[in-house]
């Protein structure tokens, strides 16, 4: 069963520039990345978008080990701001659940 | 609170209380320009963001931090959040673990050459000296953002007093953040922001010496994907002679240093760094790198140290 948080996308989407809901799921993203996870980005931006805060809190230091390098973006076909929706989640994570 | 709540509060307050990340003396931070005479302030400057100081301090906590990282001692971790408050203890690491004489006179060697090079490509920059201050990288990436905004007014306020139009920055990261971030949240902060790379490609510098080497070049994943600077240090280096090769990830798909998750996971941080250093050293036995985190990182994680050298230390022997 999952607990959704209905108000955890507006919480999180305080910029413009978020946009997990433009990622189809393709998986693109990952094949390249150096870190080498395989939550990120897709399942974070699904658990995101359906309000799972508790898979987000599971995930936190998967979130904040991303390196923000941008190679994912290299490969998206679909435009989506893939290190920058990362930056505005551990946003949210500082400042809401990790005391910053 | 986690572990990583506890290490990015105690870099949160750090930057609320002392306007940096890692304390330095700031006669540490300006040293470098101690017997070059630069100007005070005037209408360009550059700007080193104390990047290339922070890096043998930053290698020194790194290496303590490593060792504590998967023990038991990390539960400590929010005790040593509430210390800080009142305790510096990034000054504290210096004592833990010195950092090395070498390292900050090749760190400071790397800025001065960087400023030579301006000079001989007709570029007279001022220098801000202990009013210069660390951008915050780190606490941006981190989701931190509410404190910049604050260190972006603090900060345009000293560059209109200096009368500075120009700023020539050092580091990809410090070029990011001033020309893109502090831009987007501050909009009245609004300068002329190059990377010094590209400043000495415009001005089409000659070399007075030819270089007969092969090296290989890293390239920054800031400099090379936010910011799309990837001619330009090649085209300065074949001038000079330099036959430049390449891994298969290189230019927009250059593959990450690892540095940016050094402060949070240096283990991972040190693995990715090293698979990286190695496809490196595959290309050639000489590394070029064109930001101060790729070159600790590379060179820290493989044996093979003294075959990474920034960008400038190369340029130096062929334009200077």
């Given at each position: 069963?999952?607990?959704?948080?209905?108000?955890?996308?507006?919480?999180?989407?305080?910029?413009?520039?978020?946009?997990?809901?433009?990622?189809?799921?393709?998986?693109?993203?990952?094949?390249?990345?150096?870190?080498?996870?395989?939550?990120?980005?897709?399942?974070?931006?699904?658990?995101?978008?359906?309000?799972?805060?508790?898979?987000?809190?599971?995930?936190?230091?998967?979130?904040?080990?991303?390196?923000?390098?941008?190679?994912?973006?290299?490969?998206?076909?679909?435009?989506?701001?893939?290190?920058?929706?990362?930056?505005?989640?551990?946003?949210?994570?500082?400042?809401?659940?990790?005391?910053? | 609170?986690?572990?990583?709540?506890?290490?990015?509060?105690?870099?949160?307050?750090?930057?609320?209380?002392?306007?940096?990340?890692?304390?330095?003396?700031?006669?540490?931070?300006?040293?470098?320009?101690?017997?070059?005479?630069?100007?005070?302030?005037?209408?360009?400057?550059?700007?080193?963001?104390?990047?290339?100081?922070?890096?043998?301090?930053?290698?020194s906590a790194?290496s303590i931090y490593e060792n504590f990282?998967?023990?038991?001692?990390?539960?400590?971790?929010?005790?040593?959040?509430?210390?800080?408050?009142?305790?510096?203890?990034?000054?504290?690491s210096?004592?833990a673990a010195?950092?090395?004489?070498?390292?900050?006179?090749?760190?400071?060697?790397?800025?001065?050459?960087?400023?030579?090079?301006?000079?001989?490509?007709?570029?007279?920059?001022?220098?801000?000296?202990?009013?210069?201050?660390?951008?915050?990288?780190?606490?941006?990436?981190?989701?931190?953002?509410?404190?910049?905004?604050?260190?972006?007014?603090?900060?345009?306020?000293?560059?209109?007093?200096?009368?500075?139009?120009?700023?020539?920055?050092?580091?990809?990261?410090?070029?990011?953040?001033?020309?893109?971030?502090?831009?987007?949240?501050?909009?009245?902060?609004?300068?002329?922001?190059?990377?010094?790379?590209?400043?000495?490609?415009?001005?089409?510098?000659?070399?007075?010496?030819?270089?007969?080497?092969?090296?290989?070049?890293?390239?920054?994943?800031?400099?090379?994907?936010?910011?799309?600077?990837?001619?330009?240090?090649?085209?300065?280096?074949?001038?000079?002679?330099?036959?430049?090769?390449?891994?298969?990830?290189?230019?927009?798909?250059?593959?990450?240093?690892?540095?940016?998750?050094?402060?949070?996971?240096?283990?991972?941080?040190?693995?990715?760094?090293?698979?990286?250093?190695?496809?490196?050293?595959?290309?050639?036995?000489?590394?070029?790198?064109?930001?101060?985190?790729?070159?600790?990182?590379?060179?820290?994680?493989?044996?093979?140290?003294?075959?990474?050298?920034?960008?400038?230390?190369?340029?130096?022997?062929?334009?200077?």
């Open positions: 069963m999952i607990k959704v948080n209905s108000g955890l996308i507006d919480k999180i989407k305080i910029d413009e520039n978020f946009n997990a809901s433009a990622c189809f799921n393709c998986g693109t993203c990952s094949a390249l990345c150096p870190v080498g996870f395989d939550i990120l980005p897709r399942k974070l931006f699904r658990y995101v978008l359906l309000g799972d805060e508790e898979k987000i809190l599971e995930s936190t230091d998967q979130i904040f080990s991303c390196l923000l390098c941008r190679m994912c973006e290299e490969q998206c076909p679909h435009e989506v701001n893939i290190t920058e929706n990362i930056r505005l989640i551990r946003s949210y994570l500082a400042k809401s659940k990790l005391g910053v | 609170m986690s572990k990583v709540g506890a290490v990015l509060g105690i870099l949160n307050d750090n930057f609320e209380k002392r306007k940096t990340v890692f304390s330095v003396s700031k006669e540490s931070l300006t040293s470098w320009a101690k017997d070059l005479n630069i100007k005070k302030g005037t209408e360009t400057i550059i700007y080193t963001g104390h990047m290339y100081q922070l890096m043998p301090i930053t290698k790194t990282e998967e023990s038991s001692l990390m539960n400590f971790a929010p005790v040593g959040r509430f210390i800080n408050k009142f305790v510096d203890l990034s000054s504290m210096k004592y010195k950092p090395e004489k070498k390292e900050e006179e090749r760190f400071n060697k790397c800025l001065q050459n960087i400023y030579q090079l301006l000079k001989y490509a007709g570029v007279e920059a001022g220098y801000l000296y202990e009013d210069e201050l660390y951008v915050g990288t780190l606490l941006y990436d981190n989701g931190i953002d509410e404190p910049l905004i604050n260190q972006a007014k603090i900060l345009n306020k000293i560059l209109k007093n200096n009368f500075v139009k120009n700023i020539i920055t050092v580091d990809p990261h410090t070029t990011h953040m001033l020309r893109k971030v502090y831009k987007k949240i501050l909009p009245e902060f609004d300068y002329n922001v190059k990377n010094y790379i590209e400043v000495l490609f415009e001005k089409k510098i000659k070399p007075q010496n030819k270089l007969n080497m092969t090296l290989a070049i890293h390239d920054s994943c800031v400099l090379a994907r936010y910011e799309e600077v990837i001619e330009e240090p090649r085209n300065l280096l074949k001038n000079a002679g330099v036959d430049c090769v390449e891994p298969e990830l290189s230019r927009k798909l250059t593959h990450c240093c690892g540095g940016p998750i050094e402060s949070l996971f240096p283990k991972k941080a040190k693995e990715i760094a090293s698979k990286r250093a190695n496809d490196l050293l595959s290309c050639s036995n000489v590394v070029t790198t064109m930001c101060p985190i790729c070159l600790l990182n590379l060179k820290e994680s493989t044996p093979a140290k003294d075959n990474f050298l920034d960008l400038s230390e190369i340029l130096v022997k062929a334009y200077l």
